[in-house]
């Protein structure tokens, strides 16, 4: 296992996850989040394969797959960015610091179903934290506007929970999901925990 730079762990900020318990269908399957090996053998399901497993390890690590693509926290961006440019528009927002130390990029897909903030360091964009906002993509079974029982039913015990917030750490990697006033799921996000 290779060691984490302390550059990539001062990348980690919290990703949160949110989902509702409206039980309805996704408007698109065109994104589905894929989450640990253990929550994928949980779920019946087979860990995703991918062409550039050589150079990056996913197993039993949180990450979002957009139609084949991976996007793991802690890596970086630019091939990711090469591949989903031509079939997901966003828009970018230069500016801003990541605790004042690295130049923040945040991209916005799909109309906003899914964005990615990407710290500038030595030259490369690293993937910070990846934001799931919409009630369209699967993640693994939970959609936006969920309640946390239907996470946990999921993704099991967490290991931190407050009224508004469940997180799950696995291999380096974590999943945050929070939740609104009223506990319906708001947002999900992946990120390096630091």
Do not use: W
């Not at 996007?71 to 970018?92: M, N, R, S």
């Not at 407050?162 to 929070?178: I, K, M, P, R």
Request: include cysteine; aromatic fraction near 10%; charge should be negative.
């Amino acid at each position: 296992m290779k060691k984490i730079t302390p550059a990539v762990i001062a990348i980690g900020i919290a990703l949160m996850l949110t989902s509702c318990t409206s039980g309805k269908k996704p408007k698109s399957t065109a994104v589905s989040v894929i989450s640990s090996e253990a929550v994928t053998k949980a779920l019946g399901k087979e860990s995703a394969a991918s062409s550039d497993s050589e150079t990056i390890d996913y197993e039993g690590k949180y990450y979002l797959t957009v139609n084949d693509i991976k996007i793991l926290p802690g890596t970086d961006f630019a091939p990711i960015l090469k591949e989903l440019k031509d079939k997901y528009p966003y828009t970018v927002k230069k500016g801003g610091t990541c605790a004042g130390n690295f130049p923040v990029h945040h991209y916005v897909f799909s109309g906003g179903s899914f964005s990615v903030d990407a710290n500038e360091i030595k030259k490369k964009q690293i993937v910070d934290i990846i934001y799931v906002n919409d009630d369209s993509i699967d993640c693994g079974g939970v959609y936006i506007g969920q309640n946390k029982e239907d996470v946990k039913k999921v993704y099991g015990a967490p290991k931190e929970e407050t009224e508004t917030f469940l997180e799950y750490v696995s291999n380096g990697t974590a999943l945050d999901f929070s939740f609104d006033e009223t506990g319906k799921l708001m947002e999900i996000r992946y990120f390096v925990p630091a």
